[in-house]
């Protein structure tokens, strides 16, 4: 690409995110999500962050819907962000330019990161849940050795999530594998019937999946809506592991 044009397509690009940054509270959530696939993939380029915790909808949502454009070079993202934003406002790089809409820092969609954001707790309010949670396998691995009926590894939460679904959830897989070898009951079910094997193969943890396989984890069982673990997965390699192929 010549050297000029590319600089032009950046500086258009700079100015169509600063649009969107003004509007975004009047874009529907399909069009934002179009316009972060594109973001990010033009900026960052293909997906390489570990999908989002299964009770992350947010997340999930930006995650696949950046995952669906890996094909995408940076300079068809950036063209097909800029095509996206002149489709819903053909004057908006005149407005940007004529200062009605002010140029700003920032993502050009006010977005988060992907990660797991918890609400912040002091250390010596945490449970092991939090602590399980974050993936804290030092602070588990005490809790658990002072074998108190508080954290017991059995334990469940308001969901019915046990200490299992949570690092299933979060792809903990070195605390997956200290609460199996605690003898944890690896088939709990949730209060929406979901057993840990559930979580780990909804979020494609594809490692733990084959962790709770070999301990034993039962990949029949159906949650209320009759979907077993291999139902929730988009992977193939999890489909295969949960096949026995």
């Not at 959530?29 to 993939?41: T, V």
């Not at 800029?82 to 050009?108: C, F, H, M, N, R």
Request: charged share 30%; aromatic share 8%; net charge negative.
């Amino acid at each position: 690409m010549d050297a000029l044009f590319e600089e032009e397509l950046k500086l258009q690009f700079s100015k169509a995110t600063n649009y969107v940054k003004s509007v975004a509270g009047k874009l529907d959530a399909k069009r934002l999500l179009y316009l972060y696939a594109r973001y990010k993939q033009a900026n960052d380029g293909p997906c390489d962050v570990p999908k989002p915790g299964f009770f992350d909808f947010q997340g999930k949502q930006k995650w696949e819907a950046w995952r669906s454009v890996r094909e995408l070079s940076k300079t068809d993202a950036i063209h097909q962000y800029i095509d996206a934003v002149t489709e819903y406002d053909p004057d908006w790089e005149e407005k940007i330019d004529s200062g009605v809409v002010k140029q700003s820092s920032g993502l050009g969609v006010g977005v988060s990161t992907l990660a797991n954001q918890d609400d912040d707790i002091r250390d010596d309010q945490k449970t092991i849940f939090d602590w399980c949670k974050e993936g804290n396998i030092d602070r588990v691995t005490t809790l658990l050795s002072e074998k108190n009926e508080a954290v017991s590894i059995n334990k469940t939460d308001e969901n019915g999530m046990g200490l299992l679904h949570w690092c299933c959830d979060r792809g903990h897989a070195e605390l997956v594998y200290l609460l199996l070898n605690h003898n944890v009951n690896i088939n709990t079910q949730d209060g929406d019937g979901q057993t840990a094997l559930h979580y780990a193969a909804s979020c494609d943890h594809g490692k733990i999946v084959e962790m709770l396989l070999r301990h034993g984890a039962d990949s029949s069982l159906v949650d209320t809506d009759g979907n077993r673990p291999v139902d929730v997965t988009d992977s193939v390699t999890v489909r295969q592991l949960l096949l026995g192929k």
